[in-house]
């Protein structure tokens, strides 16, 4: 079969593209390198909705994440993702940073972003208790929140399989032609697909794919932020996203709730060698700890429980990159996406269909298209009434399997089964947040492998944390 469209890269923006896609009479099939999606930054950044002061004027981060924000917040609830409007503020220390708020607020104003405010070092201690005496001022953005970034690509690949597009996993993209306005790619394991356009939504690797298509004439430049996550019982630390002013390298290291209520500090930003290098390093959670203590020094590091690094496709413009080739046609630029990615992804998503549109592609609408998503019935989120009710009629959600976070057997199942299916552990973990508690899946992880083994029928000890080599179990014993 040639597809209309193949789109490399199942993060966020190559999810949130196929389900745009959908919405029309296109066949489109998704290529992602890793065993799951949300592999890449999609799965490691600060979740925030960004009000859209930051961005350069006249930019198209300026315009897609302002564009994005009212976007973003719609689309979570058709996909039933859960998000917090709870706004942002950047604080500022003296005078000096103080100017640099009045500079954010104009340019924010500039950009369309509404009911900003700013406000004394008095006044924002009244909205967020926790922040330093030192703090002299501040900036409040009331449109901005907090998402979990790996349950909206999840949803979002999720919503786009449901309506007919395809998801290709273990696809590692080496080779890719162009022939008469059709596209052969090939992957390392010598699997083919053709399509008629390919959009390049690989992220921090998007420059490697532009070059096999013969036109690299872009650099990503990988830029880690390490970040440390604190127990629930600190999740109301701050109500609010709190930032410190931004610096040429990028927002700075921000104190946040989570959706699910932790407590989220970092993320630092440090150009790496490659794309794949999401080590955390000691000077890094370093710099995050004085960092976030300096705006919030009640913060309790004493309960941290995990600790990642997400790597941000940066190129040396500082803008996103989203164009037709002039060098190969019908392949798309969707390159460059770092920061407001998240936050703009379905405008992204939208700009990139307009793209195709005008690159002779042919969108005529889908009837069928449904673009909700199904809720899944997470046992600890039910009133005890529903539960009762609930585990009548399906017994395995009365099986409680991650005990730190509630998590019963029926929705494990759910995650394995439904689009996009789960087929490792961190699958699971992405999906259903068994394992992300405080002891870390130290108790629920065989468990875990035995539903993932008789779900996919295959021998216990060949289950994956993450897919290839990744074996949990070196034997049978
Ligand atoms: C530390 C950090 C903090 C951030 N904080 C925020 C924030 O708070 N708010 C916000 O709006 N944005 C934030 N961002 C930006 C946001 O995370 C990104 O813009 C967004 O996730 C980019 O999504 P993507 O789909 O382009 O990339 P990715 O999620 O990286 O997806 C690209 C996919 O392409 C796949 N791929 C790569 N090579 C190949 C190949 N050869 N063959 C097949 N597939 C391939 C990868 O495996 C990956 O799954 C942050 C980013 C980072 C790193």
Same mark, same amino acid.
């Given at each position: ?7 490399? /890269? ?16 296109? #066949?489109?099939?998704?290529?992602? =390198? ?45 996909? *039933? ?12 220390? /003296? ?12 340019? /924010? ?7 900003? =405010? ?14 330093? /005496? ?46 008469? *306005? ?57 109500? *609010? ?65 995990? #600790? ?24 798309? *630029? ?33 009837? #069928?298209?449904?673009? #909700? ?105």
């Amino acid at each position: 079969m040639i597809y209309d469209v193949l789109i490399a /890269g199942a993060g966020v923006i190559g999810g949130m593209l196929a389900r745009e896609m959908t919405k029309y009479r296109v #066949s489109v099939c998704l290529l992602e =390198k890793e065993n799951d999606v949300a592999c890449g930054a999609s799965k490691a950044n600060s979740g925030i909705i960004h009000g859209g002061f930051d961005p350069e004027p006249g930019t198209l981060k300026a315009r897609l994440n302002v564009e994005g924000v009212s976007l973003l917040y719609e689309a979570a609830r058709q996909l *039933h993702v859960p998000y917090r409007n709870n706004g942002s503020i950047v604080v500022a220390f /003296g005078k000096a940073e103080e100017q640099v708020l009045d500079t954010l607020y104009q340019r /924010g104003r500039i950009n369309g972003v509404e009911e900003m =405010k700013l406000l004394s070092g008095e006044e924002v201690r009244r909205l967020e208790p926790s922040l330093s /005496g030192e703090v002299t001022g501040a900036l409040l953005v009331p449109s901005a929140g907090i998402i979990c970034p790996y349950a909206l690509t999840i949803a979002a690949v999720g919503n786009a399989m449901d309506n007919g597009a395809a998801l290709k996993r273990n696809f590692d993209i080496t080779e890719i032609e162009e022939n008469n *306005h059709v596209f052969t790619v090939t992957a390392a394991d010598g699997r083919r697909v053709q399509g008629r356009y390919f959009v390049n939504c690989a992220g921090a690797c998007a420059g490697r794919i532009a070059a096999l298509a013969g036109d690299g004439f872009f650099d990503i430049i990988p830029r880690a932020g390490e970040y440390l996550l604190l127990d629930k019982s600190e999740g109301k630390t701050v109500s *609010h996203t709190v930032f410190h002013t931004p610096t040429k390298n990028g927002k700075g290291v921000l104190v946040a709730p989570t959706v699910d209520g932790n407590l989220l500090t970092g993320p630092t930003a440090a150009v790496v060698d490659t794309p794949e290098d999401t080590r955390t390093t000691p000077q890094g959670l370093e710099t995050v700890m004085r960092l976030a203590a300096k705006g919030v020094p009640s913060i309790n590091f004493r309960k941290v429980i995990t #600790s990642f690094c997400g790597v941000r496709a940066s190129e040396q413009n500082g803008d996103f990159i989203i164009e037709a080739s002039t060098r190969v046609n019908g392949f798309i *630029h969707v390159a460059a996406i770092d920061s407001p990615g998240l936050s703009s992804c379905v405008a992204i998503a939208r700009c990139t269909a307009d793209i195709l549109r005008r690159c002779g592609l042919i969108l005529e609408e889908n009837p #069928s298209w449904n673009g #909700s998503r199904e809720d899944t019935r997470a046992y600890r989120s039910m009133d005890e009434q529903e539960k009762e009710i609930y585990i009548k009629q399906h017994p395995e959600y009365g099986r409680i399997v991650c005990r730190c976070e509630t998590v019963s057997e029926g929705e494990i199942v759910d995650a394995i089964r439904r689009n996009p299916p789960a087929f490792d552990v961190d699958g699971v973990k992405r999906r259903t947040r068994s394992g992300m508690g405080r002891c870390q899946g130290g108790f629920c992880l065989p468990y875990i492998m035995r539903l993932i083994a008789e779900e996919n029928g295959i021998p216990f000890e060949q289950v994956t944390k993450k897919g290839g080599q990744s074996f949990l179990l070196a034997g049978g014993r």
